[in-house]
């Protein structure tokens, strides 16, 4: 089932997320609705807390781009090594129709689970880098914006007040709503 995509300015966005301790159904289902959120809003990558909820579940999808990659979720994924970096154009499908050059790493090695709680590890590089270390910061509460210049912050300051006010709306529209 789809789910909302929640847009910058809702608190959730800004929270850290929960490691996930068991893998039960309510896990896999949400696997299932992060990917088809994910493929309904055409992306690469996708957070729990991008549809409410405060877990640490990414879903990765860059199967457009590298078609040897099958779309992949991650139970509690984390960074263990970095190395390089590269700039290139980011955005966010909690920021619709908004960009930037971000840096980031060249080269990640993730960590975490799969959905059977069988430990997984991969090196990944370029373009795949990138959306990992983008779907793992959602969970620490850091949003792509928070890597870009203040100049060019600055220059978003008009599409960013637009969004948080449709964030802020979305929060009183659902009190207390981050669910677990």
């Not at 373009?127 to 600055?154: C, K, M, Y």
């Amino acid at each position: 089932m789809e789910r909302e995509i929640i847009r910058f300015g809702a608190e959730v966005l800004r929270q850290p997320c929960r490691p996930v301790t068991t893998i039960t159904d309510a896990t896999r289902r949400l696997v299932e609705e992060l990917f088809a959120s994910l493929r309904a809003a055409e992306g690469v990558g996708l957070a729990a807390p991008q549809i409410g909820v405060l877990e640490q579940v990414i879903v990765v999808d860059v199967s457009r781009q590298h078609p040897e990659l099958p779309p992949r979720a991650w139970i509690n994924p984390r960074i263990v090594s970095a190395s390089g970096s590269q700039t290139g154009e980011e955005g966010c499908l909690s920021f619709p129709d908004l960009y930037s050059e971000v840096k980031r790493h060249a080269v990640v090695e993730v960590t975490g689970l799969d959905l059977d709680g069988q430990p997984v590890q991969l090196a990944v590089e370029g373009f795949h880098a990138r959306v990992l270390q983008h779907e793992i910061d959602h969970l620490h509460g850091t949003l792509f914006i928070d890597h870009v210049s203040p100049l060019r912050r600055q220059l978003m300051r008009g599409a960013l007040k637009k969004l948080k006010a449709e964030g802020e709306a979305w929060d009183r529209a659902h009190p207390g709503s981050a669910l677990g």
